[in-house]
Nanobody
Framework: QVLLVESGGGLVQAGGSLRLSCAAS????????MGWFRQAPGKEREFVAG????????YYADSVKGRFTISRDNGMNTVYLQMNSLKPEDTAVYYC???????????????????WGQGTQVTVSS
């Protein structure tokens, strides 16, 4: 069983920054691929960013490339999402997820992940 707890969400003005954290309560954290997803009201959950088990490979949605950075600290069992130049359209509940898949294509698919956090609200005002 993997417990994921997100933190760091809040209200920020457009152009501002936030750093989300996701702490995992599992000894095998370094064996899990990690991802960040978001879901806005009335919309489907969408991929934001993913990171490989070692942290060497990262993946981003086109909408956040150049603005968001995903990273992980396997010694701290934590994955981060640094969000800069935030826009009102980034407003959503942000979820972290953990999975044990084998294809890079699976980073983008919610169904590929086995464990999810409870989410943290990010609101960007214009």
């Amino acid at each position: 069983q993997v417990l994921l707890v997100e933190s760091g969400g809040g209200l920020v003005q457009a152009g501002g920054s936030l750093r989300l954290s996701c702490a995992a309560s599992v000894r095998t954290f370094s064996t899990k691929h990690m991802g960040w997803f978001r879901q806005a009201p009335g919309k489907e959950r969408e991929f934001v960013a993913g990171i490989s088990r070692s942290g060497i490979s990262t993946y981003y949605a086109d909408s956040v490339k150049g603005r968001f950075t995903i990273s992980r600290d396997n010694g701290m069992n934590t994955v981060y999402l640094q969000m800069n130049s935030l826009k009102p359209e980034d407003t959503a509940v942000y979820y972290c997820a953990a999975g044990s898949f084998y294809s890079a294509a699976d980073y983008y698919k919610p169904v590929a992940y086995d464990y999810w956090g409870q989410g943290t609200q990010v609101t960007v005002s214009s």
